[in-house]
């Protein structure tokens, strides 16, 4: 089956700067890469996703992109800000089921 | 539009006893989903549903019981409670599956 993997488990920035979250997959057939964004008691929700047939997508400060070659993906934040701070999850789906995998999550914490 | 709930928020179980946790989606979603989570392991699929009258295993079925009678509803039933199903336990639905999944606010769910 799917096998995700997320760095870093932990991300701490400075407020303004950049952050970046990388993960990979295995399944080669996956097509399907969601963000969430977690906060503290809450559900996760979806923040950003993109699929197989686009490299790169971008929505206001965050963008994800996808190098199928290589089997992997990142998010991108840009211009952080303490609202950011939360746990945020990828994931893959595709291939035979079609079934979410997720990464184990990465804290990202913004400093004021 | 309620869009997903769960029930109860909370729950205190001895082990050994039985307990199902409602899901409830007014979306007209034809895939559901059960996900633990657990500190450090993200989360992790228990089972799903692809449309009512269908379920299958995830990553983490064991112990765990569901059935998808209608559209609307998908029950997780714990047969005989033990320590390690402590945890959170989210349920989540998909227009179909392989789409972005909508979860719902989560039961956390303590096993003494």
């Known amino acids: 089956g799917e096998n995700v993997e997320q760095h870093p488990s932990t991300l701490s920035v400075q407020e303004g700067d950049s952050a970046v979250i990388k993960c990979t997959y295995s399944d080669s057939a996956s097509n399907y890469f969601p963000w969430y964004k977690q906060e503290l008691g809450k559900r996760p929700q979806l923040i950003i996703d993109i699929r197989s047939n686009v490299g790169e997508k971008k929505d206001q400060r965050i963008a994800v992109t996808l190098n199928k070659t290589a089997k992997h993906f990142s998010l991108h934040i840009t211009e952080t800000q303490p609202e950011d701070s939360a746990v945020y999850f990828c994931?893959?789906?595709?291939?035979?089921?079609?079934?979410?995998?997720f990464g184990k999550g990465t804290l990202l914490t913004v400093n004021p | 539009t309620a869009g997903i709930t769960q029930a109860p928020t909370s729950q205190i179980l001895a082990a050994g006893r039985s307990m199902t946790l409602r899901c409830t989606q007014d979306m007209r979603h034809n895939a559901m989903y059960w996900y633990r989570q657990d500190l450090g392991l993200g989360l992790r699929l228990i089972h799903y549903?692809?449309?009512?009258?269908?379920?299958g295993k995830g990553e983490v079925p064991d112990g765990y019981s569901v059935s998808r009678a209608n559209t609307d509803d998908f029950p997780l039933t714990l047969a005989s409670a033990v320590p390690s199903q402590t945890s959170v336990y989210f349920c989540?639905?998909?227009?179909?599956?392989?789409?972005?999944?909508?979860f719902g606010p989560g039961t956390r769910l303590t096993v003494l």
């Open positions: 994931a893959a789906s595709g291939g035979s089921n079609y079934k979410l995998t």
């Open positions: 989540a639905s998909s227009l179909e599956n392989g789409n972005e999944q909508f």
């Open positions: 549903s692809n449309t009512a009258g269908t379920t």
